[in-house]
Antibody
Framework: EVQLVESGGGLVQPGGSLRLSCAASGFTFSSYAMSWVRQAPGKGLEWVSA????????YYADSVKGRFTISRDNSKNTLYLQMNSLRAEDTAVYYC????????????????????WGKGTTVTVSS | EIVLTQSPGTLSLSPGERATLSCRASQSVSSSYLAWYQQKPGQAPRLLIY???SRATGIPDSFSGSGSGTDFTLTISRLEPEDFAVYYCQQYGSSPYTFGQGTKLEIK
């Protein structure tokens, strides 16, 4: 069974840091693009960041660029989101989600839609 | 950045009726890289449609997606009680991979 389990959320003061983790199982983790998506209380979904299967390509929303860093450890089947300089508006449930890939004539293409989601971890930024 | 605008914001229908949800992009979505998700209260989103019209694994054929360029549609042919939820579109053709603001489908 494909499974994603987020951890690392909690209460942090403005300006503080937090590192989220997402443990993956049930699929070949290193082959797939992965993303982080967040949802502020009572609001819609906001795409935060994504990373290719190899980790060689990373992408960020403007709202987090320069403050958040996405990474992955394919030997540990784990995705990370390092969050620095946190603000009140970063308060949200953070979801980890699995993307897709295909190989066409020897070239790997990654697709950043999300076909499997974790249950989320809550980050609260408040003094 | 591609801005996705979903309409209507809220759609009130009865079970058995047909639902049509719209997602309009501020610029063309390359290769129809448009996905739809369903989210129920307290749950993570679930993928319904990718590539504008391909159903995800396990999604009933009452759900269908269509469109290209800047205009996309999610249609639910006959509403079941469990279909009442919030629906989001997302483009993954160019970063940032933005979501629409959502359409709430509620029971009339």
């Amino acid at each position: 069974e494909v499974q994603l389990v987020e951890s690392g959320g909690g209460l942090v003061q403005p300006g503080g840091s937090l590192r989220l983790s997402c443990a993956a199982s049930g699929f070949t983790f290193s082959s797939y693009a992965m993303s982080w998506v967040r949802q502020a209380p009572g609001k819609g979904l906001e795409w935060v960041s994504a990373i290719s299967g190899s980790g060689g390509s990373t992408y960020y929303a403007d709202s987090v660029k320069g403050r958040f860093t996405i990474s992955r450890d394919n030997s540990k089947n784990t995705l990370y989101l390092q969050m620095n300089s946190l603000r009140a508006e970063d308060t949200a449930v953070y979801y980890c989600a699995k993307g897709y890939y295909e190989v066409v004539r020897g070239v790997i293409y990654y697709y950043y839609y999300m076909d499997v989601w974790g249950k989320g971890t809550t980050v609260t930024v408040s003094s | 950045e591609i801005v996705l605008t979903q309409s209507p914001g809220t759609l009130s229908l009865s079970p058995g009726e047909r639902a049509t949800l719209s997602c309009r992009a501020s610029q063309s979505v390359s290769s129809s890289y448009l996905a739809w998700y369903q989210q129920k209260p307290g749950q993570a989103p679930r993928l319904l449609i990718y590539g504008a019209s391909s159903r995800a694994t396990g999604i009933p054929d009452s759900f269908s997606g269509s469109g290209s360029g800047t205009d996309f549609t999610l249609t639910i042919s006959r509403l079941e009680p469990e279909d009442f939820a919030v629906y989001y579109c997302q483009q993954y053709g160019s970063s940032p991979y933005t979501f629409g603001q959502g359409t709430k489908l509620e029971i009339k």
